[in-house]
């Protein structure tokens, strides 16, 4: 059994944000920089509150590992002379090591014996080890924005002000610009601010609890939970949770109490979203529902502190909330007196890109691609589509969305159904954002679904047609986002467009404002569509072989590569499916760089070249037929018919014939073999065990 580590890092207040990825960072830093200096440890705790990072490691070894270090030295031939006397090179090697030339052994390596000192160097002892090693960990921590203060060269998320560091309950002695390590914590700056010793962590959450910290967040999680439902169920309601506002207050507060407040039921004549987005996004309050789902005319807040009298507190937070509910209704009720269409011709002066134009042209041309998109999927819709998308960005200019950025869509909505619009073209209106997150809501109406694409495709299109491409770091249009969301519709709606035809009409909608050829625009497009798609489908459990073996023969139709994965994947089961992979490898690397021809017959030489011919004209209907109904998994099973005389063929036939004419005619049958193959996948991308 070793000992336990105890840290903690005692800050000013850091944001809410950074935390969750500290405690994770925390713990995987920890094990990997122990592991790495080779002193042994048992589990690993982190735990954070706005004030405070901590962590404990149980079982942490006293000592650091022993380790034997070998040094290869000249080679045995040029160390030693005929009389089997050291040479200088010998000599030379030892003296560098350190140590003497009877003490140097001889190692048998792959390229013969060599010269070899082994050196046993003792661990050391860990506490002084941790006194090096927990100034570097501190400061290696990772956050989004780090900060100096005083005059001191110190960077982190927010100030230092103690360290707390134990080791089998003594104290780690080191110092970080003008903070020394002890083994006193603080507790909550308003409730309990004096400072207490601390002997280990069992200790330390008993004296942090006892001093107004609870420094675990789940179990913060959990009180600020039954605490809100039990005063949402005293006026019979239910609170409406909601995970990320959760996570948020819950890295608020060191030690969360709830207090229950009150707006006028006026206000409950505005949309739900306004009165949802004004209490959670700005407030961080939770809204209260009665048992259908409609709102009440309360909320809940999460404090810091216990309050001394509830009524105070919630009347200080009712009168804010009161504010911003008026000023919300001000701007519900004035938007409404400018019709939309007039809205949309203010977007003639908002610039969406200075390379792209402004919002307005950005409306006119996914416009025009929702009715191509239209056209070829449902002709019926043309007018509501249409109409919808006309609209749908009309409501960026009204005073509530400058006010609340995340309704945009849903006032368009809201005003277009107040202003007489038909509910599916207001429906439209909304969903064409959606989705607005990585696994976010998806456009239920078609007419939604089909402006949405459009939209996300005019982005991707224009700002990859002026050279504004994601980097590994950046993303700043949210162009991956808008990719996943283009590829999920399509998939979820079951739409048969290809992307290809999508990305080369709005190459040629978008014209001259695109400063790249259409050729590389298209190109690297539909690659950042596939790098997309590709990490989706490998995430959801497809194998990664039969992922690429798919993709690499046609991204475009995402519907159909999904049915031909899970065709390949099925496929997987069949006897011949690893030999006829392994067939085609060979097949892949003998027609490299070969455009293939028309296949004479009469230049056979063998039974097995007219027996593989004559199978493969005799399944390439049926196969062409299954394909063609998008039956990927019957035409696999039918086109396996040719496992047999393919390595029939490879057994008795030299492709590579010294007749140029005979080698032309065998690698044409081949060609076309490959091709029909390739109609499902490139079978060459297949792993396989041989």
Same mark, same amino acid.
Request: hydrophobic content about 40%; aromatic content about 8%; glycine content about 6%.
């Given at each position: ?6 840290? !903690? ?5 850091? #944001? ?41 490691? %149980? $079982? ?52 013969? =014996? ?70 006193? &914590? ?6 309990? #601010? ?32 039954? =605490? ?58 939770? #809204? ?20 001394? $009298? ?22 519900? =009720? ?10 949309? @011709? ?56 400058? !006010? ?16 007489? @619009? ?13 989705? *607005? ?35 590994? *770091? ?26 290809? @035809? ?9 014209? %001259? ?59 997987? &089961? ?23 021809? *028309?296949?004479? &017959? ?7 070249? %007219? ?39 490879? $057994? ?7 007749? !140029? ?6 690698? &044409? ?18 792993? *396989?065990?041989?």
């Amino acid at each position: 059994m070793g000992k336990e580590l105890l840290l !903690e890092i005692g800050t000013e207040e850091i #944001p809410a944000a950074f935390l969750p990825k500290a405690i994770e960072d925390m713990k995987k830093n920890i094990s990997r920089e122990l592991s790495e200096i080779r002193i042994a440890c048992g589990e690993v705790t982190s735990l954070a509150t706005p004030r405070r990072l901590c962590l404990c490691v %149980k $079982d942490v070894a006293e000592r650091q590992d022993d380790q034997v270090v070998e040094k290869l030295g000249p080679a045995k031939r040029v160390a030693f002379d005929e009389n089997g006397n050291p040479t200088k090179a010998a000599l030379g090697f030892a003296k560098g090591q350190g140590l003497d030339i009877s003490d140097v052994e001889t190692m048998q390596t792959d390229k013969g =014996e060599y010269l070899c000192a082994r050196k046993h160097i003792s661990g050391e002892d860990t506490k002084v080890l941790l006194s090096e090693l927990l100034p570097k960990f501190i400061l290696s921590l990772p956050f989004k924005k780090s900060m100096r203060w005083m005059n001191l060269d110190l960077r982190f998320a927010r100030p230092l002000h103690w360290i707390l560091a134990l080791f089998g309950g003594d104290v780690i002695p080191f110092k970080l610009e003008n903070i020394s390590s002890d083994n006193k &914590s603080h507790g909550h700056r308003f409730m309990s #601010p004096e400072r207490f010793e601390v002997t280990g962590f069992d200790d330390y959450l008993t004296k942090t609890r006892a001093h107004y910290v609870i420094v675990n967040p789940d179990e913060r999680r959990v009180v600020i939970l039954e =605490e809100a439902k039990n005063a949402a169920e005293e006026i019979e309601g239910t609170i409406l949770e909601n995970d990320d506002l959760l996570e948020e207050v819950t890295f608020l507060v060191e030690y969360p109490s709830v207090v229950r407040g009150t707006f006028e039921k006026e206000y409950l004549s505005l949309p739900k979203e306004v009165l949802i987005t004004s209490m959670m996004s700005h407030q961080k309050y939770f #809204p209260i529902t009665n048992k259908k789902g409609d709102l009440l005319p309360y909320f809940i807040t999460i404090n810091n502190t216990v309050a001394r $009298d509830p009524a105070v507190v919630a009347a200080g937070n009712e009168k804010v909330i009161r504010a911003r509910l008026a000023d919300a209704r001000f701007f519900f =009720e004035e938007d409404q007196k400018i019709p939309l269409e007039e809205k949309l @011709e203010e977007l003639k002066d908002v610039v969406f890109h200075s390379q792209l134009g402004t919002s307005y042209d950005k409306v006119m041309q996914f416009r025009e691609l929702a009715e191509y998109i239209t056209r070829h999927i449902k002709p019926d819709l043309k007018d509501t589509v249409y109409r919808a998308a006309t609209l749908c960005k009309a409501d960026l200019e009204m005073q509530m969305i400058y !006010e609340f950025p995340e309704l945009q869509g849903i006032m368009g909505r809201e005003y277009a159904l107040i202003q007489g @619009e038909a509910p599916v073209v207001a429906t439209a209106i909304h969903e064409h954002y959606l989705p *607005t997150a990585a696994g976010g809501d998806l456009p239920k109406t078609d007419e939604g679904a089909i402006i949405s694409i459009a939209d996300k495709i005019d982005t991707i299109v224009g700002f990859f047609g002026i050279n504004v491409i994601p980097t590994g *770091t950046a993303d700043p249009y949210a162009l991956r986002r808008q990719a996943l969301g283009i590829i999920n519709i399509i998939l979820d709606k079951q739409y048969p467009v290809r992307l290809d @035809e999508l990305i080369e009409e709005s190459i040629a909608i978008l014209g %001259k404002k695109l400063k790249r050829s259409p050729e590389d625009i298209r190109s690297d497009v539909l690659a950042f569509f596939k790098g997309r798609f590709e990490n989706q489908l490998i995430s959801q459990g497809h194998p990664y072989d039969v992922v690429d073996a798919v993709l690499s023969v046609d991204i475009a139709d995402l519907v159909k590569a999904v049915k031909k994965i899970d065709a390949m994947e099925a496929f997987k &089961s069949h006897p011949d499916f690893e030999p006829l992979a392994i067939a085609f490898k060979r097949v892949g690397n003998i027609l490299k760089d070969f455009e293939g021809g *028309t296949v004479d &017959s009469t230049l056979f030489e063998t039974d097995s070249e %007219k027996n593989l011919y004559d199978t493969f004209l005799e399944i390439r209907e049926k196969a062409a037929a299954y394909l063609d109904n998008g039956n990927d998994r019957d035409a696999l099973i039918e086109m396996a018919r040719l496992r047999e005389p393919v390595d029939a063929f490879f $057994d008795s036939v030299l492709v590579m014939a010294k007749d !140029e004419k005979v080698k032309f005619n065998r690698l &044409s049958l081949l060609d076309k073999i490959s091709k029909l193959f390739h109609r499902v996948a490139d079978f060459s991308k297949i792993v *396989t065990e041989h």
